[in-house]
């Protein structure tokens, strides 16, 4: 092939810059800025950097494929965990009846009804790693956590939430001191059963899935980890000793900058929180899951392309693991095939993409940079407001981080409702006469009954949201 690269005319930004403005009339290059739900603008432009790449534990290695176990029948749910780890999951997630992931379904919290699931034809689901998502019974997990040390299964992450389960039914401000003292005990206890694993997770798909912005929802992250993290102090666990057990859980929807660019600042955002608590350096532990608000009961299809870009951002940005959510779960407990395309649509990406290959591919563009650091600045703003009103079990006890979420809410739903924010499938070529996707048991209607209690922060998918502009 001959090289004509001396052929082609070096263009300087000025140049294009020059260009642009030309084509623009007499508007001013502002108006090709984008406007972030967070408040910051970021333009279509941006310098190259020389900046450092910002590495997960493992890099290069594929992230751990993390599949559901939420089915209540416990002989379908045994089957769904054979495929899916014969299948090619590397990991498994029990999702509790009672839990904010269980979506209204979800297993028994009871280690003995689930022994033979644990244990029933193991073979190669011995060498998938167990994530027990977070869930209000913060004994009862622990306990579950020892019960499956007891059985032999290690490498459990126990997913003790001192925050998310409470936020969803509704908090007050006198539940902070006893929540305290439960939690301390719950992580005691599951570290004294033996429990090797992450013991704590601090979960924002509560506060994504209420309407959370990207800098909210890492905002309420951080927030529960530091208030993990003061309450195990104050109960004689060092930060060092409890930041090396905790763990981060993100959703990421249908934008892939921003999706892309929220991992990586929330890796710079634990670091800057460890240096201020002296604690250690070892990096964030990040998994993340799509966003259940992005799903939707008719044209579900559409799903599986918006899971496609979540799932892409989360490769790119640098999850250690990831559950893409079955794309017909809006409309009901999903059945086989959408529960493979899931798991499926993973694979693909780590073996014939190959994309865990690509070590923070996103370190010195301009654009995701300055989005990376204009998501720090606005998350850590937000963090600060929520300590300033007394850390986030008292913010969420008042109402004050409610309101804010549901302003951001509101103010996303009603751009979707005007045309203003297109997502095809919700509120741009939506099929409304085609019927809901198949499932094993159809869900209720969830999105609103789900809790009248004051404060409560409650799922609001965008399609149910969408009104008219459909």
């Known amino acids: 092939m001959t090289d004509r690269s001396e052929d082609v005319p070096l263009v300087s930004e000025a140049d294009w810059r020059a260009l642009v403005e030309r084509q623009l009339h007499g508007a001013p290059f502002e108006t090709l ?7 910051f603008r970021y333009g279509p432009i941006h310098a190259r950097r020389g900046a450092e790449p910002i590495l997960r534990e493992g890099a290069g290695r594929p992230w751990s494929v993390v599949q559901r176990v939420d089915d209540p029948d416990l002989g379908r749910a045994t089957r769904q965990a054979d495929d899916d780890v014969k ?3 590397t990991g498994v997630a029990f999702c509790f009846a009672g839990s904010p992931a269980a979506r209204g379904f979800g297993v028994p919290l009871d280690a003995d009804a689930l022994a033979p699931l644990i244990l ?3 073979g190669d689901r011995d060498v998938a790693r167990i994530r027990l998502e977070p869930h209000a019974d913060l004994a009862a997990l622990a306990t579950f956590a020892g019960r499956l040390t007891q059985l032999g299964r290690r490498g459990v992450d126990v997913g003790l939430d001192p925050v998310g389960p409470l936020a969803g039914v509704g908090p007050r401000p006198h539940d902070a001191a006893d929540l305290a003292a439960r939690f301390a005990d719950a992580v005691r206890q599951a570290h004294e059963a033996g429990v090797v694993g992450r013991l704590v997770e601090a979960d924002g798909r509560v506060f994504h899935d209420a309407g959370a912005t990207p800098a909210q929802e890492l905002a309420a992250v951080l927030a529960v980890a530091v208030q993990a993290l003061r309450t195990l ?3 004689g666990i060092t930060v060092g000793e409890a930041a090396d057990r905790l763990g981060l859980t993100v959703a990421l929807d249908q934008r892939a900058f921003i ?4 991992l990586r600042a929330l890796r710079l955002l634990w670091a800057r929180l460890m240096e201020l608590l002296a604690g250690p350096a070892a990096p964030a532990r990040v998994h993340a899951e799509t966003s259940f608000r992005m799903t939707t009961v008719h044209d579900a299809e559409t799903g599986i392309l918006r899971n496609t870009v979540a799932a892409f951002a989360a490769g790119v940005g640098g999850a250690d693991s990831l559950t893409v ?3 017909t779960i809006a409309a009901g407990l999903p059945e086989a095939k959408a529960r493979r395309l899931a798991r499926n649509l993973q694979l693909l990406l780590i073996e014939e993409s190959g994309l865990h290959h690509l070590a923070d591919p ?4 301009g654009g995701l940079e300055v989005l990376t650091d204009r998501l720090c600045e606005a998350a850590w703003a937000e963090l600060q407001r929520i300590e300033a009103e007394g850390g986030i079990l008292r913010s969420l006890g008042t109402g004050q981080l409610q309101t804010r979420i549901a302003a951001a809410a509101a103010d996303r739903e009603a751009k979707i409702a005007a045309g203003e924010e297109v997502i095809v499938g919700i509120n741009r070529y939506r099929a409304p006469s085609e019927a809901p996707a198949p499932v094993l048991t159809i869900r209720g209607d969830t999105e609103q009954a789900a809790t009248a209690v004051p404060g409560a922060l409650t799922p609001r998918r965008l399609e149910a949201r969408a009104g008219s502009a459909a």
Do not use: F, M
């Open 362 to 365: 996103a370190a010195g563009a």
């Open 120 to 122: 029933h034809d193991a």
């Open 259 to 262: 999706g892309i660019a929220k």
């Open 325 to 327: 959510l079955p794309h």
């Open 33 to 39: 800025e984008t406007l972030a739900e967070d408040g």
């Open 233 to 235: 102090d104050g109960a």
């Open 87 to 89: 299948g090619g999951a």
